[in-house]
């Protein structure tokens, strides 16, 4: 099974419209982190934004914050009043456990995002 | 702080032939990763270091590839006798002590094989 889904292969929004990317995950461990990367077209991975699976509360980083559901194992990323400058690839990604050895981050395979004028 | 840098940023190479790519941490950064990814797909993890010491390899990482970090500073990447399974965007990054959740990547190295 993979332990990474991302559902959504492309989406088009309208700029300044909120967009929510779908992640969902599969672990069996209780100590897990998941991620969310921007890759432009430039190839560098950006780290946008982190949860913890023990975090209480939904992570937020500016205009973008996970909407974590850990009954479902869904890690959604949702960008507020998007802009041209966030077309690009967003990746999901998780580690599981925590301490040496378990630094590793799984990705599913991204969403391409355009941003429409 | 000028961010993970790695060397070069493109490589071809004939099959068969040997390539090494080098990465530059960010300073004082003492995790080091290395992923590879394939056209449509997200990186997939290769190896990791911590300050010099290799503590976990994948099974992607076949006895052709070998990577070392002799001063727990900058990082190599080998590849003996490429293949044509080879050609990927090998990607570093790198995690400081205080937020070891945290990987910061650098822009990559395209590979291609003719």
């Known amino acids: 099974a993979q332990k990474i889904t991302q559902t959504q292969p492309g989406m088009f929004v309208q700029e300044k419209e909120a967009v929510t990317l779908d992640c969902t995950y599969d672990?069996?461990?209780?100590?897990?982190?998941l991620f969310w990367y921007k890759q432009p077209s430039s190839g560098e991975m950006i780290f946008l934004i982190y949860?913890?699976?023990?975090?209480?509360q939904n992570a937020t980083e500016g205009r973008y914050s996970l909407n974590f559901q850990k009954a479902r194992k869904s890690a959604n990323l949702v960008i507020s009043a998007s802009q041209l400058g966030d077309s690009a690839m967003y990746f999901c990604?998780?580690?599981?456990?925590?301490?040496?050895?378990?630094?590793?981050?799984?990705f599913g395979t991204g969403t391409r995002l355009t941003i429409i004028p | 702080d000028t961010g993970v840098s790695q060397d070069p940023r493109h490589k071809i190479t004939k099959r068969g032939q040997n390539v090494t790519f080098r990465c530059d941490p960010i300073?004082?950064?003492?995790?080091l990763y290395w992923y590879r990814q394939t056209l449509g797909q997200g990186p997939e993890f290769l190896t990791y270091?911590?300050?010099?010491?290799?503590?976990?390899k994948s099974r992607l990482l076949s006895d052709r590839f070998s990577a070392e970090r002799p001063k727990g500073s900058f990082s190599t990447l080998e590849i003996q006798r490429t293949e044509q399974g080879d050609p990927a965007m090998y990607l570093c990054?790198?995690?400081?002590?205080?937020?070891?959740?945290?990987?910061?990547f650098g822009p990559g190295t395209r590979l291609t094989v003719t």
């Open positions: 990054a790198s995690s400081p002590r205080t937020k070891v959740y945290e990987q910061y």
């Open positions: 672990t069996s461990d209780p100590s897990y982190g």
């Open positions: 949860q913890g699976s023990y975090d209480q």
């Open positions: 990604a998780m580690r599981e456990g925590r301490g040496f050895g378990n630094e590793k981050l799984t």
């Open positions: 300073s004082e950064h003492n995790r």
């Open positions: 270091f911590q300050n010099e010491a290799q503590l976990e």
